[in-house]
């Protein structure tokens, strides 16, 4: 069967510990397909400076997110567990060996299947039931998934038999575009998650707030690492100029 990973962050361009080895051994990179997805962000990471990075939401998507193929088929529990935990790897690098979530409820990854009746979708949900893993919504108790299936461009299903996903403990209240656009400009450095996510596709519905924001704010980064990002504000500044059209 084939399965994917659903990459809404830093998973796909963070050079650091764990995550080059992850894709270059585990993942189809150049096979990776833009896909609709609900997500935002909206967890304060205190290895980040205590800036934002992304949550998946329920319902329907109103972002973009990366869906990246698995090298390898998934045929038994123990394939897909191999590549949970690669990713849970990849996502927690000081996690326990053969872990596929957070010993509390920080994180973990989640599976959907694209046949429900599929028998890797019970082993999988017992599984989470025999370790006691703790789920961190979008997932549930089970272990699934609890958002729509991604979708292409063209609002077709992406065309894969099990997606897998880390999901993490979100904020509570949800930050604003504000709070979130003054996180990254009270530091220099972590910014880079935004601009990073822009320039490859990971979008939400709160970038053009958050990038007008940053701009009205004019933080030192915006000259210093101007050339960096250059290809993520091009797009933000055209999105930004773009007309608006009035619904008649």
């Known amino acids: 069967m084939r399965c994917a990973i659903l990459i809404i962050g830093s998973l796909w361009w963070d050079e650091e510990k764990e995550r080059p080895k992850w894709r270059s051994e585990r993942l189809d990179a150049d096979a990776h397909q833009t896909v609709k997805a609900r997500i935002r962000y909206g967890r304060k990471s205190g290895s980040r400076s205590n800036t934002y990075t992304m949550v998946l939401d329920k319902g329907p998507g109103d972002g ?113 575009a504000k709070m979130i656009a003054k996180a990254w400009t009270d530091q220099c450095g972590h910014e880079n998650y935004f601009f990073n996510n822009v320039r490859d596709g990971i979008r939400t519905a709160d970038d053009l707030s958050i990038w007008k924001a940053i701009e009205t704010a004019s933080p030192c980064f915006l000259e210093k690492k101007k050339a960096q990002y250059a290809d993520a504000t091009k797009t933000l500044c055209g999105e930004a100029s773009a007309p608006t059209t009035t619904a008649k």
């Open 64 to 176: 973009t997110a990366l869906l990246v193929p698995c090298k390898k088929s998934v045929d038994t529990i123990d394939d897909l567990l191999a590549e949970a935990r690669a990713l849970w790897k990849a996502e927690a690098p000081t996690a326990a060996k053969n872990a596929i979530s957070a010993k509390s409820e920080w994180g973990c990854v989640g599976a959907m299947f694209r046949n429900g009746d599929a028998p890797l979708k019970k082993c999988w949900s017992d599984h989470y039931h025999a370790e006691k893993l703790h789920a961190v919504a979008p997932t549930n108790d089970k272990g699934l998934l609890d958002i729509t299936w991604p979708q292409t461009s063209d609002d077709d299903d992406a065309n894969f038999d099990i997606i897998l996903a880390t999901t993490n403990q979100a904020d509570a209240p949800p930050p604003c």
